[in-house]
């Protein structure tokens, strides 16, 4: 904004930030910049994804900055709808979707199939060893009859 002044051979310096500070682009307008809507575009392909990132735009008049300002954009900023799309942040609990559900519940299945199968072969071994003791002892008492 340049309030009510125009700005002949001024300059627009816009650039992009991640949230260390560090550019990953800019641009620069030179010419006359009006106090009515203006805008400006430029294209590019950034060399990585920035989830969050800030844009400062810097107006020139003389070469001294006469406006600046930094504007932050976070992910969830951008996609409030569709918030699946941002990177989950440190600590924070995603909710379980349903292939993770179905998986969970498997491995409980899984898991149950193990305990029961333990205990089973478990029964069937103390059983077994029950069989032999009693046989041993009857056998023994036959004897000394």
């Known amino acids: 904004a340049t309030g009510y002044e125009n700005v ?53 008049k003389d070469g001294a ?19 699946e799309v941002c990177p989950k942040e440190k600590g924070a609990a995603t909710p379980l979707s349903f292939k993770d559900s179905f998986v969970a519940v498997g491995i409980g299945v899984a898991l149950l199939i193990v305990l029961a199968l333990v205990g089973f072969l478990a029964r069937r071994r103390f059983v077994q060893e029950r069989d032999v003791n009693d046989t041993a002892d009857n056998s023994t008492d036959t004897n000394i009859s």
């Open 8 to 60: 002949e051979n001024g300059a627009l310096e816009l650039t992009l930030s991640d949230e260390k500070g560090g550019i990953f682009h800019s641009y620069r307008y030179e010419g006359d910049i009006t106090s009515a809507m203006m805008g400006v575009k430029d294209s590019f392909v950034p060399k990585k994804d920035y989830y969050d990132f800030n844009l400062t735009a810097k107006i020139y």
């Open 65 to 83: 900055v006469i406006d600046e300002t930094t504007t932050r954009y976070t992910c969830k900023d951008l996609n409030p709808n569709n918030p």
